[in-house]
């Protein structure tokens, strides 16, 4: 029992991680709604954001900006820093985030201009009704509408 | 106690995060999103993390939700309701890929442990030690960006710039010309 409650205070945190990003991971596949799609999709990026700095945490540690000197000339004082290195990583990919989240909100807009949709299912329904009628135009008239008498 | 505070936004995180999943509104959502971003900077914050937490609040929470509602202005905020259809195959999907990442966090060290490999790796101790003395910032996450890294955060400049470049190519081209979708079409025929 006290085995199975040390799991749970070791872990928390991942499994919490982990439930936000499958919530973000269910509305990218399961809307189709393009503009909710990239909403999910920037769940999810938090989530890996969280669990990145859950990693590189540390219990009673501070934040890894040094303590003054005065502090640091006490031989015993051995302060204890979370992660920097985490933290770097992250913010890069923050920003790098916005960068590609500005891209598609881009790229809707288009779609929205071009389709007058931006609906992932009206999307896929029209490009199959233009590739339909492209075929049907390259490869001419059917026997049965020749033999009927209208050519075309 | 900051444990509690940690279970607290966690739980806040999710409930808007369900939230964010059931709307139909996607002004609603937007606005979702914003405050899930601003949670998560706190969060952030309490894992000692403020560089981060900073960068979240006035990244994710300002810019990204400006985005957002500009593209609502242009395109919409009606959403058409979710199909049933689609729904137990995603949920499957969803639970599978969680119980499966959920088995892996048991290789990962225990959440704050102070001996865990990211911590103990001479890469985390010698920019502890050293990068006061040779960069003379006290705050280690900014020499190591800016300094250490550099060429890293150069490259990051160089994604911002293209994507930057790709959005001004793709709604500059239609603006230009003032051709919808439709007026394109009866060009051609």
């Known amino acids: ?152 | 106690m900051t444990l509690v505070i940690d279970v607290f936004l966690f739980l806040f995180l999710m409930i808007t995060a369900v939230a964010m999943a059931r709307m139909n509104s996607l002004f609603g959502v937007v606005m979702m999103s914003g405050i899930y971003s601003l949670l998560s900077a706190a969060l952030f914050m309490v894992m000692d993390a403020p560089d981060v937490a900073f960068t979240e609040a006035a990244v994710g929470a300002g810019i990204s939700t400006v985005l957002m509602l500009g593209t609502l202005a242009l395109v919409g905020r009606v959403q058409k309701p979710a199909l049933r259809r689609h729904h137990f195959a995603a949920l499957g999907i969803v639970i599978v890929t969680g119980i499966a990442l959920a088995y892996g966090t048991y290789d990962l060290p225990a959440f704050g442990d102070a001996d865990n490999p990211v911590q103990t790796s001479t890469v985390t101790e010698r920019y502890v030690d050293v990068s006061g003395r040779e960069i003379g910032i006290p705050n280690i996450v900014t020499s190591v960006l800016a300094s250490y890294r550099g060429y890293d955060t150069l490259g990051e400049t160089v994604v911002v710039f293209t994507a930057a470049v790709a959005v001004l190519v793709l709604l500059g081209r239609a603006r230009r010309r003032g051709v919808t979708g439709e007026e394109r079409e009866s060009d051609l025929q």
């Open chain 1, 1 to 152: 029992m006290d085995n199975l409650l040390q799991i749970i205070i070791d872990h928390y945190n991942y499994w919490i991680v982990i439930i936000l990003m499958m919530i973000g991971f269910y509305v990218v596949i399961a809307r189709g709604n393009l503009v909710k799609k990239l909403v999910g999709l920037n769940i999810f990026q938090t989530s890996v954001f969280l669990l990145y700095i859950s990693v590189g945490n540390v219990m009673g540690g501070t934040a890894p900006i040094l303590v003054s000197e005065a502090a640091e000339a006490r031989p015993d004082a051995q302060v204890l820093y979370t992660n920097p290195l985490t933290s770097v990583l992250i913010l890069t990919a923050i920003v790098v985030g916005v960068a590609t989240t500005s891209l598609g909100l881009a790229l809707v807009v288009r779609i929205k201009e071009s389709y007058g949709t931006m609906e992932e299912d009206e999307i896929i329904d029209m490009d199959q009704a233009e590739d339909k009628a492209e075929r049907d135009r390259l490869r001419g008239p059917t026997p049965e509408e020749i033999a009927e008498g209208h050519p075309s």
